[in-house]
T-cell receptor, first 114, second 113 residues
Framework: AQSVTQPDIHITVSEGASLELRCNYS??????LFWYVQSPGQGLQLLLK??????LVQGIKGFEAEFKRSQSSFNLRKPSVHWSDAAEYFC????????????FGAGTILRVKS | NAGVTQTPKFRILKIGQSMTLQCAQD?????MYWYRQDPGMGLKLIYY???????DKGEVPNGYNVSRSTTEDFPLRLELAAPSQTSVYFC????????????FGSGTQLSVL
C-alpha cells in the first residue's frame, strides 16, 4: 500500500511570508496526488490535484504544488501567506493497490503570525 | 446546494452505548466514505460504498457498521462505544474514485467516556 509522509507537524510563518509544506509519497509509478485544507471546525476542501502533465499545478486561494518524481515529493507553496490561510493541510495519494481510495498524510498545522 | 450533511455535530457517549452518525449528500454521488480523524494521524478510512447496497471495509472498520439503502444516505453505526472511538468523524462523497475530488461534511466530534 502507498503511504504519505508530511514531515512537519506544525509550521509558523509571518503574514506576507512565503510558505512551503512538504509531502513525500511512496509509489513506483506516477500517482494521483492531492492537497486538501481543513479550516477549524470544517470539513476538508480540495486545494489542487495532480495526475499527469505539467509538474507545477495551480490551485485555489493562490496555492501551487510541484510534483518531483526524482524526490517522490509533492510540496505545496504559496508566495505570500494571509492570516486566513491558518488551517491544517493534508497531502493525499490515490492508492492504486487499494482501489484508488485516498490515503492521507498526518497533516501539517499552519499558524500565521501577524 | 447543501453538499454533504452530517449530524450530529457533537456527541458524548458512555462506554457501551450505541449511536448512529448520519450522513446525506444531494449531489447524486455513487461513492461515499467514512473517515475518522485523530490528532497527528491524518484521516483513516473506516468504510466506503460504491453505490446503494454495496459497502466495504476500509482501513479501520472494527467496532463500526454501515448500510447504504439509498444513493443519498450512508449512516455509520457504533454498536458498543469504546474510549478508542473518541474521534472526529467525517463523511465524504465523490463522483468516482482515483481522480475525483472528495466532498466532505463538516464532521461529528464524538467523545466516549
Amino acid at each position: 500500500a502507498q503511504s504519505v509522509t508530511q514531515p512537519d507537524i506544525h509550521i509558523t510563518v509571518s503574514e506576507g511570508a512565503s510558505l512551503e509544506l512538504r509531502c513525500n509519497y511512496s509509489y513506483g509509478a506516477t500517482p494521483y496526488l492531492f492537497w486538501y485544507v481543513q479550516s477549524p471546525g470544517q470539513g476538508l476542501q480540495l486545494l489542487l490535484k495532480y495526475f499527469s502533465g505539467d509538474t507545477l499545478v495551480q490551485g485555489i486561494k493562490g496555492f501551487e504544488a510541484e510534483f518531483k518524481r526524482s524526490q517522490s515529493s509533492f510540496n505545496l507553496r504559496k508566495p505570500s501567506v494571509h492570516w486566513s490561510d491558518a488551517a491544517e493541510y493534508f497531502c493525499a495519494v490515490a492508492d492504486m493497490e487499494y482501489g484508488n481510495k485516498l490515503v492521507f498524510g498526518a497533516g501539517t498545522i499552519l499558524r500565521v503570525k501577524s | 446546494n447543501a453538499g454533504v450533511t452530517q449530524t450530529p455535530k457533537f456527541r458524548i457517549l458512555k462506554i457501551g452505548q450505541s449511536m448512529t452518525l448520519q450522513c446525506a449528500q444531494d449531489m447524486n454521488h455513487n461513492y461515499m466514505y467514512w473517515y475518522r480523524q485523530d490528532p497527528g494521524m491524518g484521516l483513516k478510512l473506516i468504510y466506503y460504498s460504491v453505490g446503494a447496497g454495496i459497502t466495504d471495509k476500509g482501513e479501520v472498520p472494527n467496532g463500526y457498521n454501515v448500510s447504504r439503502s439509498t444513493t443519498e444516505d450512508f449512516p455509520l453505526r457504533l454498536e458498543l462505544a469504546a474510549p478508542s472511538q473518541t474521534s472526529v468523524y467525517f463523511c465524504a462523497s465523490s463522483l468516482g474514485q482515483g481522480r475525483e475530488k472528495l466532498f466532505f461534511g463538516s464532521g461529528t466530534q464524538l467523545s466516549v467516556l
